[in-house]
């Protein structure tokens, strides 16, 4: 049984940092993308960043240059640095995995139950 479990979330003022972590276990990940994702109220769930089965590091333009997404296998862990934070990062983050490589509009297999992230002005 895979489990994703999240945390790190909470209030941060407009500018601030926030370090979120997702714990995978269940199941061995080395050739597994890992990943994060979003939601804000009354918008559809959107692509945030990815670390694929190697070094490669996706990242959505909206977030480039303040968000920072780093991987431990040993650990079974993904992180989501995010500085300079906006209002507009104000979201549910969920954790994702999926099988192989990543690929834009790539289906994720399996999702943690997500972290509240809320910026106030």
């Known amino acids: 049984q895979v489990q994703l479990v999240e945390s790190g979330g909470g209030l941060v003022q407009a500018g601030g940092s926030l370090r979120l972590s997702c714990a995978a276990s269940?199941?061995?990940?080395?050739?597994?993308?890992m990943g994060w994702f979003r939601q804000a109220p009354g918008k559809e769930r959107e692509f945030v960043a990815a670390?694929?089965?190697?070094?490669?590091?996706y990242y959505a333009d909206s977030v480039k240059g303040r968000f920072t997404i780093s991987r431990d296998n040993a650990k079974n862990t993904i992180d989501l640095q995010m500085n300079g934070l906006k209002p507009d990062d104000t979201a549910v983050y969920y954790c994702?995995?999926?099988?192989?490589?990543?690929?834009?509009?790539?289906?994720?297999?399996?999702w943690g139950q997500g972290t509240q992230v809320t910026v106030s002005s």
């Open positions: 994702a995995v999926k099988r192989g490589n990543y690929y834009e509009g790539a289906r994720f297999d399996y």
């Open positions: 269940g199941r061995t990940f080395i050739m597994y993308t």
């Open positions: 670390k694929s089965i190697g070094a490669s590091t």
